[in-house]
């Protein structure tokens, strides 16, 4: 069945240093990967997504990568600062944002991030 | 935005509950999603046209209803310990992409 493994679960990274959170996707067939942020007690909100004849996408100090024939995305966050804490997930969707066929996303398990001052 | 309510809501083992959702502004599809504590959000089910167009790995306990205004409700029956979570719904239009509302955060006692 579909799913959506990320790594690692939780990473402490110094401010200024970068950080990578890694995901895999198991469904060959999914074409459309975003990836949200979601701080405490709030609602996940999109930062950045990719879908799957794009390579790498990158949104000033953001940029996701795909790999899909290792079925690997990972995302990059570059310069961090102490409000890039927060909870990342990844997903991944069959149809993508096509009208009527989004909207089923496979999230992963979240990678909890902590940028130290 | 996507406006859900109630925010927080205490129930009990065996009791109903409904959920209600305003998708944003322009969308017209309506999907929801289940988050417990420390994990990711699980897909229940999408709601276009008034009708499901796709479902999770969720039990019949778990039902909606889209309404002509594209607004949403999301029912549980039979509440159990373990349907405590938050519940989030997201709504997105023609080639547009998924939003989230702030979700309400169900207790069950």
């Known amino acids: 069945g579909e799913n959506v493994e990320q790594h690692p679960s939780t990473l402490s990274v110094q401010e200024g240093d970068s950080a990578v959170i890694k995901c895999t996707y198991s469904?060959?067939?999914?074409?459309?990967f975003p990836w949200y942020k979601q701080e405490l007690g709030k609602r996940p909100q999109l930062i950045i997504d990719i879908r799957s004849n794009v390579g790498e996408k990158k949104d000033q100090r953001i940029a996701v990568t795909l790999n899909k024939t290792a079925k690997h995305f990972s995302l990059h966050i570059t310069e961090t600062q102490p409000e890039d804490s927060a909870v990342y997930f990844c997903?991944?969707?069959?149809?993508?944002?096509?009208?009527?066929?989004?909207?089923?996303?496979?999230f992963g398990q979240g990678t909890e991030l902590s940028v130290k001052p | 935005g996507v406006t859900q309510s109630p925010t927080h809501l205490i129930k009990t083992r065996g009791q109903q509950v409904t959920l209600r959702c305003s998708p944003k502004?322009?969308?017209?599809?309506v999907s929801w999603y289940q988050q417990a504590l420390g994990q990711g959000p699980q897909f229940i089910f999408q709601?276009?046209?008034?009708?499901?167009?796709q479902r999770g790995n969720f039990p019949d306990r778990f039902s909606g209803h889209q309404f002509p205004n594209y607004s949403s409700e999301l029912n549980v029956n039979a509440l159990l310990l373990g349907d405590s979570a938050l519940y989030l719904c997201?709504?997105?239009?023609?080639?547009?992409?998924?939003?989230f509302g702030s979700g309400t955060q169900l207790s069950v006692l």
């Open positions: 502004s322009g969308h017209d599809t």
């Open positions: 997201a709504s997105q239009g023609f080639g547009e992409k998924l939003f």
């Open positions: 709601y276009y046209e008034e009708e499901e167009r």
């Open positions: 469904d060959s067939a999914s074409n459309y």
């Open positions: 997903a991944a969707s069959i149809g993508g944002v096509i009208y009527n066929q989004g909207g089923k996303l496979i």
